[in-house]
């Protein structure tokens, strides 16, 4: 499984996982999936609810990476899913 990097938002009830196409041949498919969830019940208590899944290719996905840290999102470590 590919590595995955989670940000979680300031109010903690939504997470974005970033998550690098594992399956790429020779750097043809370079893209990036995004993932989103909503937290339920408390924080760490079940996995988050997935959403929401989009691929982009890796340069847009650091732009929103980096966009969603600096509007207040957080790193946080990954769910059990």
Known sequence: MAKSYWLINSNRSE????????????????YMFIDT??????LGNKPPVMTNTVSVEIDLAREIYERLLSKGWRKTYEFCI
């Open 15 to 30: 997470v974005k996982r970033f998550m690098k196409n594992d399956k790429s041949i020779d750097g043809v498919f370079e």
């Open 37 to 42: 969830g909503k937290i339920v019940g408390g």
